[in-house]
């Protein structure tokens, strides 16, 4: 997702011709300015990861060096074969449908109505895009005492209409708790993207449209909305990668349970690294991770963000 | 064209109500023993009790938390931030064989979720005796906030004009003085985003510090809250007090910072 721009070569340096002492100079400073970023990213990015490779191969407690039991791919098949690792995916993938069909419509709807000129807008945009700084233990936190059965005020107000029940202790529920938690804290996240790609669109296409007859909801439609696909394609990536490291609020709120029913990836990682030393199993579930967030993202570059390179504009006026 | 804004005004209430609400419920359970807040669950506190924000100023390890979140949060930032421009300042304005291939290595850390390394980085920071320690959360935490850091600060490098450079060349300045004298007064604007991006970051991080610290005097106020809530589990009332008290500095820093965290956040949306 990353686009290098390759605009004009700003060069300090005379272009690489003979081995001069100039140049010489040159990869010094170069050395010197990359070299301190480059050893700390090594060390405790790119190391750990690939550890978490080469342990995923192995049966290991996490001590003593490196581990020595090699039991190849032992560790994915036994992975694969269990039941809770079935329900992360399981719950992976409702997240996501749910932020996808729910949470993200209602944010770009919100966004669009903070673009009209109403008045206190300011002061709108601020706070619901507040919870954002707010940590997700705070958050969590917060929505358990909510949500609990006795004392939260989330309950006895659903409780005025009869929908009080257990919310987060529930298996039938969790799910929609969690999800809930997570529009409360991220969807003024996406409100705020949203706005920031509608400022970018000139305004001389809607006004176009506005004077062509367009309805706003047909401007919006055939307009709006397709320049604003790439904001949009973006924020389905940002939230798929969120959901797939999901770990903080799940928990804070359930810890996964009931009896897995809301455990993710992340938290049956946890599970299985620290409290019960199968760092080795439990490294190949970060593999599992890390392979599901590169699979996607190469996968969503090539087949859903490369329509941007070709550009809405020519679309929209096919079109009309 | 001038349409009606009341219905615009009256979704926009109730998205605020529905972000506002559990605030305000936590601000005024807070002020209510527990046994008050189950008989009276939405209305104002009836006495006001006090002692349940005061008990905890009184407690050393509120502010001692504070104090570790500030620490790490300040020293995660200065190290990230002091990094990152010195790598993106070669990867702007120097044209150098493997320039790209460096740095695409570090913007594709912005597709590793960090939770996938979490149990090597365990495992070296206990190698390294670094476990128990504020520096374990530090190096890793700017490790892990270098690509972002690094594109935005290579964006913003990469604007200024070559002439300048020129001039400054010409006047007989190196490299570095270049570097420090001229760019990075220049760069202002694009360091107050990433430093307001890394301190958010920092404070709210919760997974890594929750597996570096086994002992309560390292303890960041995320670690602290969650605690917290396991001790006093059924007084409701008081957690929800501590709860208010930690928002405090991240809303207090949100006022403040506003604009360079969305200016930050949307930047590293739409170039990331």
């Known amino acids: 997702m990353t686009t290098l721009t390759r605009g004009p070569e700003a060069t300090a340096l005379p272009a690489p011709a003979s081995p001069s002492p100039g140049r010489r100079r040159g990869w010094v400073t170069i050395a010197l300015f990359v070299l301190p970023a480059l050893v700390l990213f090594l060390l405790l990015v790119v190391a750990p990861i690939l550890i978490a490779f080469y342990a995923s191969a192995f049966k290991w407690n996490g001590f003593g060096g490196l581990p020595t039991n090699f039991i190849g791919l032992d560790n994915f098949t036994r992975l694969f074969g269990t039941e809770v690792f079935g329900d992360d995916v399981r719950h992976l993938v409702v997240l996501v449908v749910l932020t996808v069909v729910v949470q993200l419509p209602i944010s770009l709807g919100i966004a669009m109505l903070l673009n009209q000129r109403i008045r206190g807008r300011t002061l709108y945009r601020l706070v619901f895009f507040a919870p954002y700084v707010l940590s997700e233990v705070i958050t969590g936190v917060l929505f358990s005492l909510i949500l609990s059965p006795d004392a939260g005020v989330g309950n006895r107000i659903l409780g005025l209409v009869g929908l009080n029940s257990d919310w987060l202790a529930d298996p039938d529920t969790v799910m929609l708790s969690l999800f809930l938690v997570m529009t409360w804290k991220y969807f003024g996240f996406h409100m705020m993207i949203y706005l920031a790609g509608r400022q970018n669109i000139p305004e001389e296409l809607i006004e176009a449209a506005q004077i062509d007859g367009g309805t706003p909801w047909r401007v919006f439609w055939h307009v709006t909305l397709p320049l604003l696909g790439p904001t949009i394609r973006i924020s389905v990536f940002l939230s798929v990668i969120y959901t797939i490291q999901l770990f903080d609020l799940v928990w804070i709120l359930t810890q996964g349970g009931p009896s897995h029913s809301s455990e993710t990836m992340a938290v049956t990682m946890l599970e299985f690294g620290f409290k019960r030393a199968q760092v080795g199993y439990a490294s190949a579930i970060s593999v599992v991770m890390f392979g599901l967030s590169l699979v996607f993202a190469l996968a969503y570059q090539r087949f859903v963000m490369r329509r941007d390179l070709e550009g809405a504009t020519t679309r929209m006026g096919d079109r009309r | ?272």
Request: hydrophobic share 55%; with cysteine; glycine share 8%.
């Open chain 2, 1 to 272: 064209m001038r349409r009606p804004t009341l219905p615009l005004h009256v979704i926009a209430w109730i998205v605020g109500a529905f972000i506002l609400i559990p605030v305000v419920y936590a601000l005024l359970g807070g002020f209510k023993s527990t046994a008050q807040l189950s008989v009276n669950p939405f209305g104002l506190p009836d006495p006001w009790v006090p002692s349940n924000y005061t008990e905890v100023f009184t407690q050393g390890s509120f502010w001692r938390q504070l104090w570790n979140s500030t620490f790490i949060a300040l020293a995660s930032t200065v190290l990230v931030v002091a990094l990152s421009a010195l790598a993106a300042f070669v990867f702007a304005r120097f044209a150098f064989r493997g320039r790209e291939v460096l740095f695409t290595l570090f913007t594709m850390g912005l597709m590793f979720p960090f939770a996938v390394a979490i149990l090597p980085i365990f495992v070296l920071l206990r190698t390294f005796g670094l476990l128990d320690s504020p520096l374990g959360v530090i190096l890793t935490q700017a490790a892990f906030g270098l690509p972002l850091t690094i594109l935005i600060l290579r964006g913003f490098f990469r604007s200024i004009p070559g002439e300048i450079e020129e001039a400054a060349t010409i006047d007989g300045c190196s490299a570095f003085g270049f570097f420090w004298r001229i760019l990075l007064p220049m760069a202002r604007p694009a360091l107050a985003t990433v430093s307001v991006l890394a301190i958010v970051g920092s404070w709210n991080n919760f997974m890594l510090p929750l597996v570096v610290f086994s002992d309560e005097s390292g303890w960041t106020l995320p670690l602290g809250i969650q605690q917290f809530q396991g001790q006093y589990s059924s007084d409701t009332a008081r957690i929800l007090a501590y709860l208010v008290l930690a928002m405090v500095p991240a809303l207090g820093f949100y006022a403040i910072a506003e604009r360079h965290l969305i200016g930050g956040l949307t930047a590293g949306a739409t170039k990331g």
